[in-house]
């Protein structure tokens, strides 16, 4: 993934990255050619997310083997940003499973995180529909 600035049409620099304060990532980036910055701010929960992926922030895309790259998970190994994978597993029920395989599968395991930590800080084992329609009011769904 490359940033590209509009009015000069040239992949955008990678200036700045601010550690982590209170989850929250901040990443600068400038126009080698006009000088045009801008900033790009995570919320805690996305910074948790890039880290829990293990992307490199900042890293340079290969374009060798046809996959696109994040640019973000060295500048969150940098700032010190971990996973938090320490959590045992939750079971699901086959219906509350089966609600979540509904969903569009690039926003699956983004949802599944939140569930599951939203069923973790209520002190439930399982995820059942109940859960879920708890978790979604919880959430503002």
């Known amino acids: 993934m490359k940033f590209l600035c509009v009015s000069c049409d040239e992949a955008m620099k990678l200036m700045e990255v601010a550690p982590p304060e209170r989850g929250s990532l901040s ?9 045009h910055e801008f900033a790009m701010l995570t919320n805690p929960f996305e910074t948790q997310v890039v880290g829990s992926l293990g992307v490199d922030i ?3 895309s290969e374009g060798t083997d046809g996959e696109s790259r994040c640019p973000f998970s060295s500048m969150v190994q940098e700032a010190g940003v971990v996973a938090e ?5 939750l079971e699901w029920s086959p219906e509350a499973s089966s609600r979540l395989d509904n969903m569009p599968e690039f926003a699956r395991p983004l949802a599944k995180a939140g569930i599951e930590k939203f069923a973790r800080e209520h ?11 708890r978790a979604r009011d919880f959430l503002g769904m």
């Not at 002190?123 to 329609?133: I, N, P, R, S, T």
Request: proline content about 7%.
């Open 27 to 35: 990443v600068v980036y400038r126009c080698p050619k006009c000088a």
């Open 58 to 60: 900042g890293a340079e």
């Open 85 to 89: 994978d320490s959590s045992p597993k």
């Open 123 to 133: 002190g439930l084992g399982q995820v059942d529909l109940q859960v879920l329609d």
